[in-house]
T-cell receptor, first 115, second 109 residues
Framework: DAGVIQSPRHEVTEMGQEVTLRCKPI?????LFWYRQTMMRGLELLIY????????DSGMPEDRFSAKMPNASFSTLKIQPSEPRDSAVYFC?????????????FGPGTRLTVT | GQQVMQIPQYQHVQEGEDFTTYCNSS?????IQWYKQRPGGHPVFLIQ?????EVKKQKRLTFQFGEAKKNSSLHITATQTTDVGTYFC?????????FGAGTRLTVKP
């Protein structure tokens, strides 16, 4: 298995532009998580899905952020319009959550820079 | 809501010294997990602890889960330069998993 795949790996955009981050979870994993990591705030859970359904989006900063999971093998995190304070590394993770196993497998991340 | 506190925030050790990071939860946890993130990398799962008082070892790493299932620790014996990175705990409570802020370990050769 290729693991969790994220694209792009790096994104540089100007303030006000729309940014779309993509994630392909590990096949068979029922849970998908989006995290944001910064030096100041650490690793923050933004939203997670179970079987493609958003379960908890309380970590989404504001209405400029939206996430979708149209099918079991694809998810997007969209920021519109982007702002410099959105600069961070965004991780996608998936988890099988079978039985008592809850380990999460993280993708390589997308480093977003908003200028 | 659930909060997971992790200390220390940073730890710098001489190669060969031991290292310990501690994780404390405001609520009783179903399980706790530990992850390691190398500089520039992504968090990688190390281990999961489920039972009260559980102790697990992985070579030089020893993981403990407290009797009350509200705290945990990771101890590294005789650190090596390959141990550098940030170690995160993540506690699961009522289906919600919360990550600690992490302990950043640097090792001087």
């Amino acid at each position: 298995d290729a693991g969790v795949i994220q694209s792009p790996r790096h994104e540089v955009t100007e303030m006000g532009q729309e940014v779309t981050l993509r994630c392909k979870p590990i096949s068979g994993h029922d849970y998908l998580f989006w995290y944001r990591q910064t030096m100041m705030r650490g690793l923050e859970l933004l939203i997670y899905f179970n079987n493609n359904v958003p379960i908890d989006d309380s970590g989404m900063p504001e209405d400029r952020f939206s996430a979708k999971m149209p099918n079991a093998s694809f998810s997007t995190l969209k920021i519109q319009p982007s702002e410099p304070r959105d600069s961070a590394v965004y991780f996608c993770a998936s988890s099988p959550r079978q039985g008592r196993t809850y380990e999460q497998y993280f993708g390589p991340g997308t480093r977003l820079t908003v200028t | 809501g659930q909060q997971v506190m992790q200390i220390p925030q940073y730890q710098h050790v001489q190669e060969g010294e031991d290292f310990t990071t501690y994780c404390n939860s405001s609520t009783t946890l179903s399980n706790i997990q530990w992850y390691k993130q190398r500089p520039g990398g992504h968090p990688v799962f190390l281990i999961q602890l489920v039972k009260s008082g559980e102790v697990k070892k992985q070579k030089r790493l020893t993981f403990q889960f407290g009797e009350a299932k509200k705290n945990s620790s990771l101890h590294i014996t005789a650190t090596q330069t390959t141990d550098v990175g940030t170690y995160f705990c993540a506690g699961l409570d009522s289906g919600d998993m919360r990550f600690g802020a992490g302990t950043r370990l640097t090792v001087k050769p």
